[in-house]
């Protein structure tokens, strides 16, 4: 993507999601937190707007006698945006995003993810592609979980995805982005927004993401699973924040050799 005109004082410049803007860049999911009480907090101190619900486990309305995740993440403060966490075909992953639909009166923006196995939820490249197809044209606005392979990245795009996100290492593990080559080749090649989806484990993760041109990332297990998910998620705001900054700013030349920082000509000392 471009570089955005964004004024220095204002760090959560907007971006495009389909037919939706938003200002902030971090994405965060609702799973994995002690209470609902606890995933309220984390969700408010991160900042983010739009907020990812794993719809085959996370009850919104479907058991009435259960809690109701949106009785703390309220559809009118935030963007809701239904996943398919779970599915391992593309059949389940479409009946996932129709049931979406229905629950939440209509709304048509969507994570789609269909994994490989449960051993590694490496996203499976055919089935995913397959269920692309028929909710883009069922009227879907699909942002997709991929591999960081830059080709499948991009036939997900002129499929009609409104968004890519590719993973940066494994859901759940942490272990940050492990390939900055190939999530860089996907971000050069795209025209929709490019977020990083999978694998961030703690706040420099996501700048790095972000130096990297990205658009935003998204992000559960490294906010969940922190020792302090509040303080952690606000870590991530302010990672998001200096890392989108630091692209726009454009860093410096990486040279082989030491450069002096203060001037060495234009001053004689006896």
Not at 89 to 98: E, G, K, L, Q, S
Not at 196 to 207: I, P
Request: glycine share 8%.
């Amino acid at each position: 993507m471009s570089q955005a005109s964004v004024s220095t004082s204002h760090p959560q410049d907007s971006f495009q999601v389909g037919s939706r803007t938003f200002s902030s860049r971090l994405l965060v999911g609702t799973g994995k937190y002690k209470d609902l009480a606890e995933t309220g907090a984390a969700i408010n101190a991160s900042g983010a707007q739009i907020i990812t619900v794993a719809i085959r486990r996370t009850n919104i309305g479907q058991n009435r006698d259960e809690p109701n995740l949106l009785d703390v993440i309220s559809p009118k403060d935030f963007t809701i945006l239904p996943n398919t966490a779970g599915c391992f075909d593309a059949d389940t992953a479409i009946r996932t995003c129709m049931l979406a639909r229905e629950l939440l009166d209509g709304h048509n923006l969507v994570k789609l993810e269909v994994l490989g196995d449960e051993k590694t939820l490496y996203p499976n490249v055919t089935e995913t592609l397959k269920a692309a197809e028929v909710l883009i044209k069922d009227g879907f606005e699909v942002m997709v979980y991929t591999s960081d392979d830059p080709i499948v990245a991009k036939e997900l795009e002129n499929m009609g995805c409104v968004a890519i996100m590719p993973l940066g290492s494994l859901i759940g593990s942490g272990l940050g982005l492990l390939n900055r080559h190939t999530l860089s080749l996907i971000v050069e090649n795209a025209n929709v927004p490019v977020l990083v989806d999978a694998g961030v484990g703690t706040a420099s993760d996501a700048a790095i993401a972000m130096e990297l041109g990205c658009d935003g990332v998204l992000m559960n297990s490294a906010i969940a699973y922190a020792k302090d998910p509040v303080l952690m998620a606000q870590a991530m705001k302010h990672a998001v924040w200096a890392g989108r900054e630091a692209f726009l700013a454009g860093r410096m030349p990486m040279r082989k050799m030491a450069q002096a920082s203060s001037p060495q000509t234009g001053y004689f000392f006896q």
